[in-house]
């Protein structure tokens, strides 16, 4: 009997030893898993810091972005409006001119007319003048002598 025991603590001390190899294995296992867990969830937390660091990057190009376009809208509603007054000012100047013209084309024909006003009165005044000297010649003469008596 002596001799079974030793086969039995054998076999149990073998079955032990399995079981803790097993159970070795297991926690070994286990162990490797929290630790991916581990660095999986670090892995997450860098991952998140890297997507909030691009989003923030991202939002920053954004609003470069639409600062620039801002600008860029602005800078054409300040030429559209130089435009704007650019014609309207060539308009008023052509406008400016054509009266300049039309009132130097009036001056020169009023001139004109008063020319030919003045060249027409001086004529007929001289036309006059001779008309009642000749008629002057014509009428009779008379002349009335008066004696002034001092007295």
């Known amino acids: ?7 039995t603590e054998d076999t149990v001390k073998k079955t032990v030893e399995r079981i803790l ?20 969830n670090k892995k997450v937390k860098e991952l998140r810091e890297v997507a909030e660091t691009a989003k923030i990057e991202k939002d920053r190009r954004e609003e470069v972005f639409a600062k620039k376009e801002r600008e860029v809208e602005h800078k054409v509603g300040l030429e559209r409006t130089r435009q704007k007054f650019e014609t309207e000012q060539a308009k008023r ?12 084309a009036d001056r020169t024909r009023f001139e004109g007319q008063m020319k030919f006003q003045q060249d027409r009165f001086t004529e ?8 009642v000297g000749q008629v002057l010649k014509r009428l009779p003469d008379a002349s009335i002598y008066t004696e002034v008596k001092s007295g």
């Not at 190899?21 to 999986?40: F, H, N, Q, Y």
């Not at 100047?93 to 130097?104: H, Q, S």
């Not at 007929?124 to 008309?131: I, Q």
């Open 1 to 7: 009997m002596f001799w079974r025991r030793n086969d």
């Open 21 to 40: 190899r097993s159970v070795l294995e297991d926690a070994e296992t286990t162990l490797g898993k929290i630790k991916t867990i581990a660095d999986l």
């Open 93 to 104: 100047e052509a406008t400016v001119t054509v009266r300049e013209e039309n009132l130097t």
């Open 124 to 131: 007929e005044v001289s036309y006059l003048k001779d008309m």
